[in-house]
C-alpha cells in the first residue's frame, strides 16, 4: 500500500485501524501475506498480531487485531456471546419504508455460497433508517450476530440489497449523471464514480476492555461522503 494504515487505537494487547477498501484483512490461497491487511500492519509495526475478526474486502472501517493469544482468546469469546456491539453505515438500494426494525433470517455458509435457509445459523441484524433520497435509504445497521455477509445478505432477503454489490445486487458504480438531471460529462471525459464499491462502512466497535466498556470510531471514507453530499444535493425526498 502506499500510505501507512491508519491506527485509531493502540496499548499493549490491542491494535484498531480504520480498513482501508481494496484489501483483504488475511491472506487466502490466491494472496500473500505481505498483500493483506494484517502483514501490511506488521511490517509497519514491527510485531506479530492476530485478526479477531474480519471485514470484506471492499468495506471499510473499524478493525481490532489482538497482540497476544490471551487477548485474541478474550475477545473472540465476546464476539462468540454476541457481547461485541457493532455499528455499520449502509447506503442500500431503494426506499425502504420501515424506521426501524429487525431482520430474524438464519444464513447458512455452504462452501462459497452464503444463504438464507432455515438449517442455517440464528443471524439477528437491527436496523435504524437515517435518511431516504430517491433510489436509496442510508441505515444504521447493528448485527446482533456475526456471519459472513451477513447485512449484506439480510438486507438483500427484505428486497434491498446495498446500492452497489455484485454478489447480492448490482456492481455498476453511483456516477453523478445518474442523479443530477441533465448532467453532462465535460470534454467527452469518462466519467468517475462517486463511488463503486461495497457501500458499507464499520463505523463503531464496542468492547469490555479491563472490566470497562470503550469504544472505538472511524470516519466515513472520503468516496462515501461524496456520494452522500451528492445524494443530499439532487436525490432528496420531498
Known sequence: MRHEIEIIFQDEN?????????????????????????????KQLNQKI????????????????????????????????????KKYIVLLSGTLEEEEGTINKPILVSGGDVLINSAGKESITNF??????????LVQAFPLTARKHQIRVHFWSIGHPLAIDGEYGVSDPIILSSIKRN????????????ISRL??????????LNGKAITFEAPLPKDFVITLKQLRKYCRVP
Open 183 to 194: 448532467y453532462k460529462v465535460k470534454n467527452e471525459k469518462r466519467e468517475k464514480p462517486l
Open 50 to 85: 492476530l485478526a479477531v475478526h474480519k471485514i470484506d474486502y471492499d468495506t471499510t472501517g473499524v478493525l481490532l487485531f489482538a497482540k497476544s493469544q490471551q487477548i485474541y482468546k478474550d475477545v473472540s469469546i465476546q464476539f462468540e456471546n454476541s457481547k461485541i456491539h
Open 128 to 137: 435504524k433508517i437515517l435518511e431516504r433520497f430517491k433510489s436509496y435509504t
Open 14 to 42: 490491542i491494535v484498531v485501524v480504520n480498513k482501508p477498501t481494496g484489501i483483504l484483512v488475511i491472506p487466502d490461497q490466491y494472496t500473500d501475506e505481505n498483500k493483506t491487511l494484517i502483514g501490511v500492519l506488521q
Open 199 to 208: 457501500t458499507l462502512h464499520a463505523a463503531s466497535l464496542t468492547l469490555q
